[in-house]
């Protein structure tokens, strides 16, 4: 299989939604309330969109404005993910890494945080990474404004990263297959030996990856499991996991090998649930030159 044989890539302009400058007057409870009434209401607009009923995409947008459009559910994303609410995801990355020894080696762990929402997170200050932020919608200068799907591929090695940060991204992608085109991609950008870091060796190339809890045990089409099965086919072992109340935490690191790929990864009830949500990834066999 031909990881360098490329596909035209999807802009994700229209997923993970841009950053807006948080509020503090907006409760725990009313941001998460707004959240999920927003993502209810932008399921149905593009199941309406799908099906070509006009009619019902423009009702369903005029509800969406209605909640203050994207620039309050923003505000509410940033409350929610904010320092002081407990919302720094890279901390439990640190909890995971030789710390002491890692402020001591030569070289810093050069990290790709796609998604950044600051400059100022954990990892960003802990003297241990050499961070590139990028965000679709930059509201600091340190974040470049760009799509991951987008970003031009490295030319050489020293361009790729040890790291990429998928904090809380995967799931704003509007659909399946971008998710697994996502997850894809990051194999063009990762270094695939590490030498020069040596603490942290075992531990890297890899990918940092945070979902919502409920995209791993409460859909109807992916579980735990398939996250694993997935990511097996591109190369990638997990060796770190944490779950808590509301998220899934995974570091994944990529080896030499990857499994045979010989279907596609299609999408299929696993879960039956008048109350489980509809999350999957799918990805696409490329077949062999």
């Known amino acids: 299989m031909g990881v360098n044989k490329k596909q035209p890539r999807k802009s994700l302009s229209h997923g993970r939604p841009p950053n807006a400058k948080p509020s503090r007057t907006m409760s725990r409870k009313a941001s998460r309330s707004l959240i999920n009434t927003h993502h209810q209401l932008e399921k149905q607009r593009q ?3 799908k099906k070509g009923d006009k ?3 423009a009702a369903i947008s005029a509800n969406l404005a209605k909640l203050g459009g994207i620039a309050k559910y923003q505000e509410a994303s940033l409350q929610g993910q904010s320092v002081d609410r407990g919302g720094d995801t890279s901390r439990v990355l640190l909890e995971w890494l030789p710390l002491e020894e890692l402020k001591n080696a030569q070289q810093r762990i050069r990290m790709l945080e796609v998604g950044a929402l600051s400059t100022r997170n ?3 200050v802990s003297g241990v990474f050499d961070v590139v932020h990028i965000d679709l919608n930059s509201q600091e200068p340190g974040i470049q404004q760009q799509d991951f799907m987008e970003r031009p591929l490295p030319k050489d090695e020293a361009e790729k990263f040890d790291m990429i940060s998928l904090s809380l991204v995967i799931n704003f992608v ?3 297959e971008g998710r697994g085109e996502m997850l894809r991609r990051t ?3 990762l270094r695939l030996k590490i030498s020069a870091v040596s603490a942290a060796e075992h531990l890297l190339p890899s990918v940092f990856l945070v979902v919502p809890r409920s995209c791993v045990d ?3 089409y992916f579980t735990d499991a398939r996250l694993q099965e997935l990511m097996a086919l591109l190369g990638y072992v997990r060796i770190r996991a944490k779950m808590t109340q509301k998220l899934a ?3 994944w690191t990529r080896t030499d090998t990857r499994v045979p790929f010989l279907a596609d990864f299609t999408k299929k009830e696993l879960n039956p649930g008048r109350t489980r949500n509809n999350f ?8 062999e030159s």
């Not at 999957?280 to 077949?287: D, E, F, V, W």
């Open 47 to 49: 199941q309406a969109a």
């Open 55 to 57: 009619q019902a995409e």
């Open 122 to 124: 954990a990892c960003s």
């Open 174 to 176: 509007p659909n399946a």
């Open 187 to 189: 194999l063009d950008f």
């Open 218 to 220: 409460n859909s109807r």
């Open 249 to 251: 935490y995974g570091l």
């Open 280 to 287: 999957a990834i799918t990805l696409k066999r490329i077949p």
